[in-house]
């Protein structure tokens, strides 16, 4: 089913009433290893893996780890078909008419990142063309900027500048501490970090929330597709943007990141909770950069 108008659904179908997304538009994705036989998913045939397996043990033609019978699917299995899940699925995918570029990294469904896989990970998607990146990272187990772990920090918001100079939008789950703060990958500007909110709106008591994060970034829905909390919310935004550069394709990234980041008024960004996605609104917003 497709979300609906409620003002708390971040209004997506005002966009996926237009267009399902178009294949000039590549969505990067970095996360764990990904079923691309998901039924969910199959036949998909826009999607293509880049860098190194998640398991070394895995052939690198091979994107994805065996898993028991009846086992769950990995949480890149499942955020990629948050996005890509087709037409006709049980619940469609947010931009099922673009395409798809994944790069997995180890630690997102086992132990935790580290910040210099997730810069390499970033650098391979952005080199590999994609026009926006979703990170539903358990960034909670990222570790903290301690001086053992700068290296890798410093490395991974370097990616973010290669991906803002390259005109590369990023969409990272804000992390679900129940904390105030974040770590240093959503307090940098040019990331749309994203809180989960429940279905009037509310932020969930699990998301992170921070000065940084209630300045540039946004609430979504964390919609039920087998995900949970700030890993759920992120696809939202990222598919809204997607759908926006589908149905704009001439526009800059700093156009579409202003029009799907701008509060609708009255809002205002004056708290640690940011405002609500409103795809209805950015939408107006972009063809008004545009008409400009």
């Known amino acids: 089913m497709r979300l609906t108008d409620s003002p708390h659904t971040g209004q997506l179908s005002a966009l996926t009433a237009r267009t399902a997304g178009h294949p000039d538009v590549v969505v990067g994705v970095v996360d764990g290893a990904v079923d691309p036989g998901h039924p969910n998913l199959a036949p998909l045939q826009r999607i293509r893996f880049v860098g190194d397996p998640v398991?070394?043990?895995v052939d690198p033609v091979d994107p994805v780890p065996s898993r028991g019978p009846g086992a769950p699917p990995g949480h890149g299995?499942?955020?990629?078909?948050?996005?890509?899940?087709?037409?006709?699925?049980?619940?469609p995918g947010?931009?099922?008419?673009?395409?798809?570029?994944?790069?997995?990294?180890?630690?997102?469904?086992?132990?935790?990142?580290?910040p210099a896989d997730l810069a390499d990970a970033l650098?391979?998607?952005?080199?590999?063309?994609?026009?926006?990146v979703n990170l539903s990272l358990a960034l909670e187990c990222l570790p903290t900027a301690t001086p053992a772990?700068?290296?890798?920090?410093?490395?991974?918001?370097?990616?973010v500048e290669l991906a803002r100079r390259h005109g590369v939008l990023v969409v990272a789950a804000a992390g679900n501490?129940?904390?105030?703060g974040g770590p240093p990958l959503v307090r940098h500007p040019w990331v749309i970090p994203v809180v989960a909110c429940d279905a009037g709106g509310r932020p969930?008591?699990?998301?992170?929330?921070?000065?940084?994060?209630?300045?540039?970034?946004?609430?979504?829905p964390a919609a039920t597709r087998g995900l949970a909390g700030t890993s759920a919310a992120a696809p939202v935004v990222t598919g809204a943007v997607a759908l926006l550069w589908s149905l704009c394709p001439g526009a800059a990234a700093a156009a579409v990141r202003d029009a799907v980041t701008r509060p609708r008024p009255p809002q205002r960004?004056?708290?640690?909770?940011p405002p609500p996605l409103d795809a209805a609104y950015a939408y107006d917003v972009l063809r008004g950069h545009l008409a400009a």
């Open 55 to 57: 398991d070394p043990a």
């Open 77 to 91: 299995t499942l955020v990629v078909s948050a996005l890509a899940a087709r037409p006709t699925a049980p619940t």
């Open 94 to 114: 947010h931009c099922p008419g673009c395409s798809f570029v994944v790069r997995p990294v180890p630690g997102v469904d086992a132990p935790p990142a580290a």
């Open 123 to 132: 650098v391979d998607v952005v080199v590999a063309g994609a026009r926006v």
């Open 149 to 159: 772990d700068a290296t890798g920090i410093g490395m991974l918001l370097d990616a």
């Open 177 to 180: 501490d129940s904390e105030l």
């Open 204 to 220: 969930l008591p699990t998301s992170t929330l921070g000065r940084a994060i209630g300045r540039h970034g946004l609430t979504a």
């Open 269 to 273: 960004r004056t708290s640690v909770v």
